[in-house]
Protein backbone atom coordinates (compact mmCIF):
# COMPACT_ATOMS: atom_id res chain seq x y z
CA UNK A 1 0.00 0.00 0.00
CA UNK A 2 1.40 3.18 -0.80
CA UNK A 3 1.48 6.19 1.49
CA UNK A 4 -1.26 8.83 1.10
CA UNK A 5 0.02 11.84 -0.51
CA UNK A 6 1.00 14.71 2.09
CA UNK A 7 0.03 18.36 1.81
CA UNK A 8 2.74 20.82 0.18
CA UNK A 9 3.89 22.33 3.49
CA UNK A 10 4.40 18.50 4.87
CA UNK A 11 6.22 17.95 1.04
CA UNK A 12 8.36 20.82 1.74
CA UNK A 13 9.29 20.31 5.30
CA UNK A 14 9.65 16.80 4.76
CA UNK A 15 12.51 17.58 1.99
CA UNK A 16 14.36 19.35 4.08
CA UNK A 17 14.03 16.69 7.02
CA UNK A 18 15.40 13.57 5.07
CA UNK A 19 17.53 11.73 6.87
CA UNK A 20 20.19 10.63 4.64
CA UNK A 21 20.95 6.78 5.15
CA UNK A 22 16.91 6.05 5.09
CA UNK A 23 15.53 8.48 3.64
CA UNK A 24 12.86 8.93 6.42
CA UNK A 25 11.67 12.52 7.81
CA UNK A 26 13.71 13.26 10.98
CA UNK A 27 12.26 14.11 14.46
CA UNK A 28 11.53 17.90 13.89
CA UNK A 29 9.00 16.46 11.27
CA UNK A 30 8.04 14.16 13.31
CA UNK A 31 7.24 16.60 15.79
CA UNK A 32 5.14 18.76 13.16
CA UNK A 33 3.19 15.76 12.45
CA UNK A 34 2.08 14.69 15.87
CA UNK A 35 1.05 18.06 16.45
CA UNK A 36 -0.68 18.84 13.16
CA UNK A 37 -2.76 15.08 13.77
CA UNK A 38 -3.28 15.72 17.14
CA UNK A 39 -4.72 18.76 17.47
CA UNK A 40 -8.60 17.37 16.76
CA UNK A 41 -8.35 13.74 16.72
CA UNK A 42 -6.47 10.41 18.60
CA UNK A 43 -3.02 9.68 17.10
CA UNK A 44 -2.08 5.66 17.65
CA UNK A 45 2.10 5.51 17.67
CA UNK A 46 4.69 3.20 18.18
CA UNK A 47 8.50 3.85 18.78
CA UNK A 48 10.89 0.92 17.62
CA UNK A 49 14.13 0.38 19.14
CA UNK A 50 17.00 -2.12 18.16
CA UNK A 51 18.64 -2.58 21.44
CA UNK A 52 21.53 -5.14 19.15
CA UNK A 53 23.33 -2.87 16.98
CA UNK A 54 25.80 -1.84 19.11
CA UNK A 55 26.99 -5.69 19.65
CA UNK A 56 26.41 -6.22 15.43
CA UNK A 57 28.85 -2.81 15.06
CA UNK A 58 31.77 -4.60 16.87
CA UNK A 59 30.95 -7.70 15.26
CA UNK A 60 30.27 -6.60 11.32
CA UNK A 61 31.55 -2.87 11.47
CA UNK A 62 29.94 0.43 11.11
CA UNK A 63 29.27 -0.42 7.39
CA UNK A 64 26.96 -3.39 8.14
CA UNK A 65 25.59 -1.50 11.09
CA UNK A 66 24.51 1.26 8.51
CA UNK A 67 23.15 -1.65 6.01
CA UNK A 68 21.31 -2.47 8.84
CA UNK A 69 19.42 0.67 9.58
CA UNK A 70 18.25 0.97 6.20
CA UNK A 71 16.73 -2.70 6.01
CA UNK A 72 14.69 -1.71 9.06
CA UNK A 73 13.43 1.42 7.30
CA UNK A 74 12.69 -0.42 4.19
CA UNK A 75 11.09 -3.20 6.13
CA UNK A 76 8.92 -0.61 8.15
CA UNK A 77 7.53 1.55 4.89
CA UNK A 78 6.74 -1.81 3.26
CA UNK A 79 4.86 -2.85 6.24
CA UNK A 80 3.22 0.55 6.53
CA UNK A 81 2.17 0.51 2.73
CA UNK A 82 0.75 -2.90 3.55
CA UNK A 83 -0.78 -2.08 6.68
CA UNK A 84 -2.78 1.12 5.95
CA UNK A 85 -5.57 2.40 3.63
CA UNK A 86 -5.27 5.84 6.00
CA UNK A 87 -2.21 8.22 6.52
CA UNK A 88 0.73 7.25 7.94
CA UNK A 89 3.48 8.62 9.06
CA UNK A 90 7.42 7.20 9.18
CA UNK A 91 10.41 8.96 10.63
CA UNK A 92 13.68 7.61 12.21
CA UNK A 93 14.65 9.78 15.29
CA UNK A 94 18.22 8.90 15.40
CA UNK A 95 20.66 6.09 16.02
CA UNK A 96 18.41 2.73 15.85
CA UNK A 97 14.91 4.40 16.40
CA UNK A 98 12.35 5.09 14.20
CA UNK A 99 8.80 6.12 15.03
CA UNK A 100 5.68 5.30 13.07
CA UNK A 101 2.11 7.42 13.16
CA UNK A 102 -1.29 6.76 11.97
CA UNK A 103 -4.39 7.77 11.94
CA UNK A 104 -7.77 6.10 11.63
CA UNK A 105 -6.69 3.09 13.52
CA UNK A 106 -9.97 1.66 14.77
CA UNK A 107 -8.68 0.07 18.35
CA UNK A 108 -6.08 -0.60 20.73
CA UNK A 109 -6.04 -4.54 19.86
CA UNK A 110 -5.30 -3.58 16.34
CA UNK A 111 -2.94 -1.16 17.05
CA UNK A 112 -1.38 -4.46 19.66
CA UNK A 113 -1.63 -6.16 16.71
CA UNK A 114 0.17 -4.12 14.33
CA UNK A 115 3.11 -3.58 16.44
CA UNK A 116 3.67 -7.61 17.05
CA UNK A 117 3.31 -7.97 13.27
CA UNK A 118 5.75 -5.12 12.81
CA UNK A 119 8.30 -6.56 15.59
CA UNK A 120 8.24 -10.20 13.90
CA UNK A 121 8.96 -8.20 10.20
CA UNK A 122 12.08 -6.35 11.69
CA UNK A 123 13.26 -9.75 13.91
CA UNK A 124 13.49 -11.30 10.68
CA UNK A 125 17.45 -12.22 10.04
CA UNK A 126 19.41 -10.59 7.83
CA UNK A 127 22.10 -11.82 5.51
CA UNK A 128 24.83 -9.47 3.70
CA UNK A 129 27.25 -10.86 1.25
CA UNK A 130 30.66 -10.34 1.82
CA UNK A 131 33.30 -11.31 -1.04
CA UNK A 132 34.18 -15.10 -0.16
CA UNK A 133 31.31 -15.16 2.62
CA UNK A 134 28.39 -14.00 4.12
CA UNK A 135 27.26 -12.84 7.69
CA UNK A 136 23.70 -13.45 9.19
CA UNK A 137 22.53 -10.50 11.60
CA UNK A 138 19.67 -10.91 13.96
CA UNK A 139 17.81 -8.26 15.24
CA UNK A 140 15.99 -7.81 18.95
CA UNK A 141 13.50 -4.91 18.15
CA UNK A 142 11.71 -3.36 20.93
CA UNK A 143 8.05 -1.38 20.09
CA UNK A 144 6.97 1.24 22.82
CA UNK A 145 2.93 1.65 22.14
CA UNK A 146 0.52 4.96 22.12
CA UNK A 147 -2.80 6.12 21.26
CA UNK A 148 -1.92 10.15 22.23
CA UNK A 149 -5.47 11.81 23.35
CA UNK A 150 -6.43 14.77 21.11
CA UNK A 151 -4.75 17.92 21.73
CA UNK A 152 -1.92 16.10 24.08
CA UNK A 153 1.01 17.52 22.34
CA UNK A 154 4.34 16.20 20.47
CA UNK A 155 6.19 16.56 23.29
CA UNK A 156 4.28 14.64 25.63
CA UNK A 157 3.89 12.19 23.55
CA UNK A 158 7.38 11.81 22.19
CA UNK A 159 8.85 11.49 26.05
CA UNK A 160 6.05 8.83 26.63
CA UNK A 161 7.06 6.64 23.99
CA UNK A 162 10.78 7.28 25.11
CA UNK A 163 10.54 6.29 28.77
CA UNK A 164 8.38 3.26 27.49
CA UNK A 165 11.06 2.25 24.83
CA UNK A 166 13.86 2.46 28.37
CA UNK A 167 11.60 0.70 30.00
CA UNK A 168 11.87 -2.33 27.50
CA UNK A 169 15.30 -2.59 27.45
CA UNK A 170 15.21 -3.34 31.30
CA UNK A 171 12.27 -6.31 30.50
CA UNK A 172 14.01 -9.38 29.27
CA UNK A 173 12.11 -11.12 26.84
CA UNK A 174 9.52 -8.66 26.33
CA UNK A 175 8.92 -6.71 23.06
CA UNK A 176 6.10 -4.82 22.88
CA UNK A 177 4.48 -2.17 26.18
CA UNK A 178 1.84 -0.13 26.15
CA UNK A 179 3.03 3.73 27.24
CA UNK A 180 0.30 4.02 29.78
CA UNK A 181 2.16 0.96 31.47
CA UNK A 182 0.34 -2.08 30.68
CA UNK A 183 1.66 -4.99 29.48
CA UNK A 184 1.05 -6.56 26.45
CA UNK A 185 1.05 -10.28 27.19
CA UNK A 186 3.22 -12.50 25.47
CA UNK A 187 1.39 -14.86 22.82
CA UNK A 188 -2.24 -13.89 24.74
CA UNK A 189 -3.76 -11.40 21.99
CA UNK A 190 -1.51 -13.53 19.01
CA UNK A 191 -3.17 -16.79 20.07
CA UNK A 192 -6.48 -15.91 19.99
CA UNK A 193 -5.80 -14.41 16.10
CA UNK A 194 -3.66 -17.55 15.08
CA UNK A 195 -6.89 -19.42 15.77
CA UNK A 196 -9.21 -17.19 13.90
CA UNK A 197 -6.88 -17.05 11.45
CA UNK A 198 -6.92 -21.22 10.89
CA UNK A 199 -10.96 -20.72 10.33
CA UNK A 200 -10.49 -17.38 8.64
CA UNK A 201 -9.90 -19.29 5.23
CA UNK A 202 -12.77 -21.95 5.44
CA UNK A 203 -15.07 -18.71 6.14
CA UNK A 204 -14.02 -16.47 3.14
CA UNK A 205 -12.66 -13.81 4.87
CA UNK A 206 -9.20 -13.26 2.83
CA UNK A 207 -10.04 -10.99 0.71
CA UNK A 208 -8.32 -10.07 -2.72
CA UNK A 209 -7.51 -6.63 -3.93
CA UNK A 210 -6.15 -6.00 -7.17
CA UNK A 211 -3.46 -2.88 -7.75
CA UNK A 212 -3.86 -1.85 -11.92
CA UNK A 213 -0.63 -1.83 -13.48
CA UNK A 214 -0.13 -0.10 -16.57
CA UNK A 215 2.14 0.04 -19.48
CA UNK A 216 4.02 3.90 -20.07
CA UNK A 217 4.01 3.36 -23.87
CA UNK A 218 0.62 4.30 -24.40
CA UNK A 219 -0.55 4.37 -20.90
CA UNK A 220 -2.73 1.43 -21.32
CA UNK A 221 -3.87 -1.09 -18.24
CA UNK A 222 -1.84 -4.13 -18.75
CA UNK A 223 -2.65 -6.17 -15.61
CA UNK A 224 -2.62 -5.89 -11.72
CA UNK A 225 -0.67 -7.34 -8.32
CA UNK A 226 -2.79 -9.65 -6.21
CA UNK A 227 -2.89 -8.36 -2.84
CA UNK A 228 -4.16 -10.01 0.69
CA UNK A 229 -6.47 -8.64 2.98
CA UNK A 230 -8.16 -10.61 5.75
CA UNK A 231 -11.62 -9.34 6.71
CA UNK A 232 -11.75 -10.01 10.38
CA UNK A 233 -15.07 -9.93 12.39
CA UNK A 234 -14.05 -8.29 15.13
CA UNK A 235 -11.24 -5.61 14.43
CA UNK A 236 -11.78 -5.52 10.57
CA UNK A 237 -9.51 -5.02 7.91
CA UNK A 238 -5.48 -6.67 8.48
CA UNK A 239 -3.03 -5.81 5.91
CA UNK A 240 -0.64 -8.51 4.08
CA UNK A 241 2.35 -7.27 6.13
CA UNK A 242 0.38 -8.53 9.50
CA UNK A 243 -1.63 -10.84 7.97
CA UNK A 244 1.72 -13.24 6.88
CA UNK A 245 3.54 -12.02 10.24
CA UNK A 246 0.62 -14.37 12.02
CA UNK A 247 0.54 -17.06 9.34
CA UNK A 248 4.10 -17.30 9.91
CA UNK A 249 3.83 -17.64 13.65
CA UNK A 250 0.87 -20.05 13.17
CA UNK A 251 2.94 -22.79 10.56
CA UNK A 252 -0.03 -21.15 8.51
CA UNK A 253 1.63 -19.79 5.44
CA UNK A 254 1.14 -22.50 2.78
CA UNK A 255 -2.58 -22.78 3.12
CA UNK A 256 -2.71 -18.97 3.23
CA UNK A 257 -0.15 -18.51 -0.19
CA UNK A 258 -2.50 -21.13 -1.64
CA UNK A 259 -6.09 -19.17 -0.93
CA UNK A 260 -4.79 -16.11 -2.31
CA UNK A 261 -3.31 -17.54 -5.22
CA UNK A 262 -6.47 -19.92 -6.31
CA UNK A 263 -8.80 -16.81 -5.57
CA UNK A 264 -6.71 -14.42 -7.67
CA UNK A 265 -6.15 -16.84 -10.27
CA UNK A 266 -9.98 -18.12 -10.69
CA UNK A 267 -10.54 -14.47 -10.72
CA UNK A 268 -8.37 -13.34 -13.22
CA UNK A 269 -8.98 -16.17 -15.34
CA UNK A 270 -12.12 -14.15 -16.23
CA UNK A 271 -10.30 -10.56 -17.35
CA UNK A 272 -9.46 -9.94 -20.91
CA UNK A 273 -6.46 -12.57 -22.44
CA UNK A 274 -3.90 -9.96 -22.56
CA UNK A 275 -4.54 -8.99 -18.75
CA UNK A 276 -1.42 -9.86 -17.06
CA UNK A 277 -1.60 -10.91 -13.04
CA UNK A 278 1.12 -10.63 -10.45
CA UNK A 279 1.07 -12.92 -7.48
CA UNK A 280 3.59 -12.27 -4.15
CA UNK A 281 5.71 -14.83 -3.07
CA UNK A 282 7.01 -15.26 0.10
CA UNK A 283 10.31 -16.79 1.74
CA UNK A 284 8.07 -19.76 3.20
CA UNK A 285 6.78 -20.49 -0.13
CA UNK A 286 10.52 -20.84 -1.81
CA UNK A 287 11.55 -22.99 1.45
CA UNK A 288 8.84 -25.26 0.68
CA UNK A 289 9.73 -28.44 -1.94
CA UNK A 290 6.85 -29.09 -3.46
CA UNK A 291 6.37 -25.01 -4.05
CA UNK A 292 6.13 -25.22 -7.59
CA UNK A 293 4.47 -28.38 -8.00
CA UNK A 294 1.53 -26.78 -5.42
CA UNK A 295 1.46 -23.35 -7.74
CA UNK A 296 1.32 -25.10 -11.39
CA UNK A 297 -1.30 -27.35 -10.39
CA UNK A 298 -3.37 -24.11 -9.09
CA UNK A 299 -2.60 -22.58 -12.47
CA UNK A 300 -3.59 -26.00 -14.70
CA UNK A 301 -7.01 -25.87 -12.51
CA UNK A 302 -7.67 -22.10 -12.56
CA UNK A 303 -7.30 -22.10 -16.49
CA UNK A 304 -5.20 -19.32 -16.11
CA UNK A 305 -2.51 -19.40 -19.20
CA UNK A 306 1.10 -19.49 -17.02
CA UNK A 307 2.39 -16.75 -19.94
CA UNK A 308 0.64 -14.43 -17.93
CA UNK A 309 1.52 -14.69 -14.69
CA UNK A 310 4.25 -13.04 -13.10
CA UNK A 311 5.82 -13.77 -9.70
CA UNK A 312 6.83 -10.99 -7.54
CA UNK A 313 9.89 -11.85 -5.33
CA UNK A 314 11.48 -9.70 -2.33
CA UNK A 315 15.13 -9.76 -2.12
CA UNK A 316 14.02 -10.67 1.55
CA UNK A 317 12.54 -13.78 0.22
CA UNK A 318 15.62 -15.13 -1.11
CA UNK A 319 17.96 -14.60 1.75
CA UNK A 320 17.08 -18.47 3.15
CA UNK A 321 18.49 -20.23 0.21
CA UNK A 322 19.67 -18.70 -2.57
CA UNK A 323 20.37 -21.96 -4.63
CA UNK A 324 16.78 -23.54 -3.65
CA UNK A 325 15.14 -20.59 -4.91
CA UNK A 326 17.16 -20.26 -8.15
CA UNK A 327 16.31 -23.92 -8.78
CA UNK A 328 12.45 -23.12 -8.12
CA UNK A 329 12.18 -20.40 -9.79
CA UNK A 330 14.00 -21.73 -13.13
CA UNK A 331 11.46 -24.36 -13.16
CA UNK A 332 8.36 -22.16 -12.94
CA UNK A 333 10.47 -20.05 -15.42
CA UNK A 334 10.53 -22.76 -17.54
CA UNK A 335 6.74 -23.39 -17.56
CA UNK A 336 6.10 -19.74 -18.78
CA UNK A 337 5.78 -17.82 -15.56
CA UNK A 338 8.22 -14.63 -15.33
CA UNK A 339 9.68 -13.07 -12.66
CA UNK A 340 10.19 -10.24 -11.05
CA UNK A 341 12.54 -8.93 -8.16
CA UNK A 342 10.11 -6.52 -6.57
CA UNK A 343 10.95 -4.05 -4.22
CA UNK A 344 14.27 -3.23 -6.02
CA UNK A 345 16.29 -0.71 -4.01
CA UNK A 346 14.99 -1.20 -0.77
CA UNK A 347 17.51 -2.75 1.64
CA UNK A 348 20.67 -4.11 0.42
CA UNK A 349 20.02 -4.09 -3.06
CA UNK A 350 22.02 -7.10 -3.84
CA UNK A 351 22.95 -6.94 -7.75
CA UNK A 352 23.75 -10.79 -7.47
CA UNK A 353 20.84 -12.03 -7.80
CA UNK A 354 20.56 -10.39 -11.28
CA UNK A 355 22.69 -12.72 -12.16
CA UNK A 356 21.80 -15.69 -11.02
CA UNK A 357 17.77 -15.56 -11.15
CA UNK A 358 15.91 -15.47 -13.87
CA UNK A 359 14.03 -12.66 -14.09
CA UNK A 360 12.21 -10.89 -16.63
CA UNK A 361 11.28 -7.59 -14.59
CA UNK A 362 13.19 -5.70 -12.01
CA UNK A 363 10.03 -3.75 -9.68
CA UNK A 364 11.48 -0.50 -8.33
CA UNK A 365 10.36 0.19 -5.02
CA UNK A 366 8.80 3.51 -4.32
CA UNK A 367 11.83 4.88 -2.40
CA UNK A 368 13.52 4.94 -6.02
CA UNK A 369 10.91 7.06 -7.94
CA UNK A 370 10.41 9.62 -4.47
CA UNK A 371 12.93 12.16 -5.20
CA UNK A 372 13.15 11.99 -9.09
CA UNK A 373 11.39 14.91 -10.13
CA UNK A 374 13.69 17.12 -7.61
CA UNK A 375 16.61 15.62 -7.29
CA UNK A 376 19.08 15.32 -10.11
CA UNK A 377 21.19 12.46 -8.14
CA UNK A 378 17.73 10.53 -7.64
CA UNK A 379 17.25 10.68 -11.53
CA UNK A 380 20.96 9.61 -12.25
CA UNK A 381 20.41 6.85 -9.83
CA UNK A 382 17.21 5.82 -11.73
CA UNK A 383 18.82 5.96 -15.49
CA UNK A 384 21.66 3.80 -14.17
CA UNK A 385 19.30 1.16 -12.84
CA UNK A 386 17.71 1.54 -16.38
CA UNK A 387 20.19 1.50 -18.28
CA UNK A 388 21.63 -1.72 -16.26
CA UNK A 389 18.34 -3.43 -16.39
CA UNK A 390 18.61 -2.88 -20.72
CA UNK A 391 21.75 -4.41 -20.80
CA UNK A 392 20.44 -7.66 -19.21
CA UNK A 393 17.25 -7.81 -20.86
CA UNK A 394 15.04 -6.86 -18.30
CA UNK A 395 12.02 -4.97 -18.03
CA UNK A 396 11.65 -1.87 -15.45
CA UNK A 397 8.36 -1.71 -13.52
CA UNK A 398 7.87 1.63 -11.04
CA UNK A 399 5.88 1.68 -8.33
CA UNK A 400 4.69 4.63 -6.35
CA UNK A 401 4.09 7.00 -9.41
CA UNK A 402 1.48 9.77 -7.89
CA UNK A 403 1.95 12.57 -10.08
CA UNK A 404 2.24 13.47 -13.78
CA UNK A 405 6.01 14.79 -13.46
CA UNK A 406 6.84 11.44 -11.99
CA UNK A 407 5.14 9.17 -14.77
CA UNK A 408 6.66 10.90 -17.32
CA UNK A 409 10.02 11.11 -16.05
CA UNK A 410 9.98 6.89 -15.69
CA UNK A 411 8.60 6.65 -19.04
CA UNK A 412 11.07 8.96 -20.38
CA UNK A 413 13.83 6.95 -18.64
CA UNK A 414 12.71 3.79 -20.57
CA UNK A 415 10.87 1.86 -17.86
CA UNK A 416 8.12 -0.17 -19.11
CA UNK A 417 5.46 -0.45 -16.69
CA UNK A 418 4.03 1.56 -13.65
CA UNK A 419 1.76 1.33 -10.92
CA UNK A 420 0.51 4.07 -8.52
CA UNK A 421 -2.57 6.32 -7.03
CA UNK A 422 -2.25 8.64 -10.07
CA UNK A 423 -4.26 5.92 -11.98
CA UNK A 424 -6.25 4.04 -9.63
CA UNK A 425 -6.10 2.53 -6.11
CA UNK A 426 -5.99 -1.55 -5.04
CA UNK A 427 -9.62 -2.39 -6.26
CA UNK A 428 -11.95 -5.24 -6.05
CA UNK A 429 -12.58 -8.00 -8.10
CA UNK A 430 -15.80 -6.44 -9.06
CA UNK A 431 -14.68 -3.09 -9.31
CA UNK A 432 -11.56 -4.17 -11.57
CA UNK A 433 -13.43 -5.83 -13.92
CA UNK A 434 -15.49 -2.23 -13.87
CA UNK A 435 -12.43 -0.38 -14.30
CA UNK A 436 -11.08 -2.73 -16.69
CA UNK A 437 -14.35 -1.83 -19.02
CA UNK A 438 -14.08 1.51 -18.28
CA UNK A 439 -10.23 1.55 -20.03
CA UNK A 440 -11.33 -0.04 -22.87
CA UNK A 441 -10.58 -3.68 -22.67
CA UNK A 442 -13.55 -6.34 -23.65
CA UNK A 443 -14.68 -8.34 -20.86
Known amino acids: MEQPQSTESDKDLLRHERDALTGLPGLEAARHKLDSWGESAPVHGLLLGLFRLPALNLAHGSQAGDAVIAEVAARLVQFARAEFDGP ?115 RDEIDILFQPQFGLQRDEL ?12 RLGRIGAGALFALADRADHIAPLSQHIARKALLRASQWPPHLRLSLNVTSADLAAADY ?112 QSQRALVAAEGCAFYQGFIRARPLTGDDFMDFARREGSPV
Not at 96 to 113: G, I, M
Not at 222 to 233: C, F, K, V
Request: hydrophobic residues 50%.
Open 222 to 233: TGAEALARWIHP
Open 88 to 202: WFAARLGGATFLLLARDVPSRERWELLGEGLAQTIARPIVRLKPGASATMRLSPRIALLRAPAGEGSESSLDRLGQTLAALEQRSGRRLLWADGAVVRPGHSAERLEADLLHAID
Open 292 to 403: ADSLLDLVAGSGFPAARLTLEVTEQALIVDIDQARQMLGRLDGAGIRIALDDFGAGFCNFRYLKLLPLHYLKLDRAMVDGIADDPRDLAVLRAIVAMAGALGLEVIAEGIED
